[in-house]
Nanobody, 116 residues
């Protein structure tokens, strides 16, 4: 099973930017959809963005126009560029295949905190 390691989170002020990386332990070339998910305090994990192996993307309404998902199949890495960050974006961010499946393995995630 492919494992995923997220990195790039941190503390930023409103309006700031971060670029998250998701390094896979194996090939993601044959995974049709890869996704970024987030879980805010007291809330369920939600899908933020997804991308096909060919580069087609979809975004949650809450992040459209601000976030950009991309993937480098040769490097087995998925990225999430986050701009114009707001406090409501505060969450732990995870990457995984889409759909993740009932018994998907989740990595440690990376914490994103947006605060003044």
């Amino acid at each position: 099973q492919v494992q995923f390691v997220e990195s790039g989170g941190g503390l930023v002020q409103p309006g700031g930017s971060l670029r998250l990386s998701c390094a896979a332990s194996g090939s993601i070339f044959s995974i049709l959809y890869m996704g970024w998910y987030r879980q805010a305090p007291g809330k369920q994990r939600e899908l933020v963005a997804r991308i096909t192996s060919g580069g087609s993307t979809n975004y949650a309404d809450s992040v459209k126009g601000r976030f950009t998902i991309s993937r480098d199949n040769a490097k087995n890495t998925v990225y999430l560029q986050m701009n114009s960050l707001q406090p409501e974006d505060t969450a732990v961010y995870y990457c995984n295949r889409f759909p993740p499946g009932r018994e998907a393995y989740w990595g440690q995630g990376t914490q994103v905190t947006v605060s003044s």
